[in-house]
């Protein structure tokens, strides 16, 4: 049972341009939100988190939206840069749990 | 401040044989988690530990697979007799609080391939 989804398995994006990962949930319990990075051979590095009580959060280049009712959120890119190739993965967690939830990952590649 | 920590990175057994995995937290970090990783698949949790306590084991197989965190040393995932469908990517991630809106560190990951 698949509680977290990443329905694109690719994106490719120019250089400079925005890249928007989405990522969709089935829990209503969930009540926070990570994305990760991954490159070949390594483990994921955080980028990037969102509580349940905030529909937006921004760090650089890297905006996270949640939105509740839709149990959707996307991490937007911009702009894009070659470094930023990688497999992104989404995670859910709720504050009565002990795991996080992944996704299957986007794997983005950045045009130069 | 070295980063979590596992070895071996590649990890070659034999149906039937024994695999061991260990994950050296952060420095500070007292919470360990245990993911796999299948081919085309996202991470799936197995289990999480706090020193000399196994938390939650819910997403490890009832069956040939045991988690330790000792008091002093690395946290050891252990898979006993194992199978070709064993093979995957385990990660270790560390965090220095539980899970309450903390974001977890991952280590580089051990690649078991069974034959």
């Known amino acids: 049972d698949q509680q977290v989804k990443q329905n694109s398995p690719s994106l490719s994006v120019q250089e400079g341009r925005i890249s928007i990962l989405n990522c969709d949930y089935t829990?209503?319990?969930?009540?926070?939100f990570l994305w990760y990075k991954k490159y070949p051979a390594e483990g994921p590095t955080f980028l990037i988190s969102?509580?349940?009580?905030?529909d937006k959060n921004e760090d650089g280049r890297f905006t996270v939206f949640l939105n509740k009712s839709a149990k959707h959120l996307s991490l937007h890119i911009v702009p894009s840069q070659p470094g930023d190739s990688a497999v992104y993965f989404c995670?859910?967690?709720?504050?009565?749990?002990?795991?996080?939830?992944f996704g299957t990952g986007t794997s983005l590649t950045v045009i130069p | 401040n070295a980063g979590v920590m596992q070895n071996p990175r590649h990890l070659v057994r034999r149906r039937g044989q024994e695999a061991r995995l260990r994950c050296s937290p952060m420095?500070?970090?007292?919470?360990v988690y245990w993911y796999r990783q299948l081919p085309e698949e996202g991470l799936k949790f197995m289990v999480y530990?706090?020193?000399?306590?196994?938390?939650?084991e819910s997403g490890m197989p009832k069956e040939r697979f045991s988690a330790e965190f000792p008091k002093e040393g690395p946290s050891i995932l252990r898979i006993q007799q194992v199978v070709r469908g064993d093979s995957a990517a385990y990660f270790c991630?560390?965090?220095?609080?539980?899970?309450?809106?903390?974001?977890?560190?991952f280590g580089p990951g051990t690649r078991l391939t069974v034959t």
């Open positions: 991630a560390s965090s220095p609080q539980g899970q309450d809106f903390g974001e977890q560190y």
């Open positions: 829990n209503s319990m969930f009540d926070y």
């Open positions: 969102i509580s349940s009580i905030k």
């Open positions: 995670a859910a967690s709720s504050i009565t749990g002990n795991q996080f939830y």
């Open positions: 420095k500070g970090h007292s919470h």
């Open positions: 530990l706090q020193k000399e306590n196994i938390i939650d």
